[in-house]
């Protein structure tokens, strides 16, 4: 139903309803399959290509809705479900909806906007415990777990060093538009905040807990 304009926001609202079940482990081929045949229809009428922006500003009521669903399909997703990820065969699939709430991330409306950002901080805080080296966490990380591109089911090392700098590369991206995000002009400064993550709008700060976080 999905590729079916009429039923496409309907359809996304179960499928997010169906990853926000609580069967973690249970049953993580049937969800890779889903997620990997979602994207592959997604792909066929909403491409990375497309100008996200544009749908949104100009597009219907639906299409913004869509987007909004869209958003929290990936992210209740991968929190809930990403031990499905932890085979390297299935990183390209993960860093294509990754790239899709890279694009939803630079949309002009606050509770998207909320949406995104809750789920970078879950990411980012996962990647500074397994690859503290890389991103910038503590020395006293692990190098395994789930979504960690580069390291298989068991531990061991895989061929997902390309995939791990592919990663990097889209952060890189995602502290570049969060540097160019500022207030409205003649909003109020406003300190945003999600779970231990604060973003003050006006100074562009942001902290975890009391630790500061460089956006560089």
Known sequence: FLPATQFQCITLECLSEVVNIPV?????????????????QLDSFL?????????????????????????????????RHNDIFDKTETHQVLLMGLEYLVHLSKLDERELFKICVDFWNFLSSMLFQQEPSRFG??????????????????????????????????????????????????????????????????????????RAIELT
């Open 24 to 40: 973690k482990g249970t049953y993580n081929d049937q969800y890779f399959a889903m997620y990997n045949a979602f994207c592959q």
């Open 137 to 210: 966490g503590s020395s006293g990380g692990s190098s395994s777990g789930p979504l960690m591109l580069g390291s298989s089911a068991t531990g061991k090392d895989a061929s997902g060093g390309g995939d791990m700098d592919a990663l990097a590369e889209l952060l890189a991206r995602l502290r570049a538009l969060l540097r160019r995000v500022t207030p409205a002009e003649g909003a109020h400064d406003e300190v945003l905040s999600f779970a231990d993550l604060t973003m003050d709008t006006a100074s562009r700060e942001v902290h975890r807990g009391q």
């Open 47 to 79: 491409p990375l290509s497309t100008d996200f922006e544009g749908v949104f500003r100009n597009g219907s009521e639906d299409a913004r809705t869509f987007l909004h669903h869209l958003a929290l399909f990936f992210s209740n997703l991968f929190r």
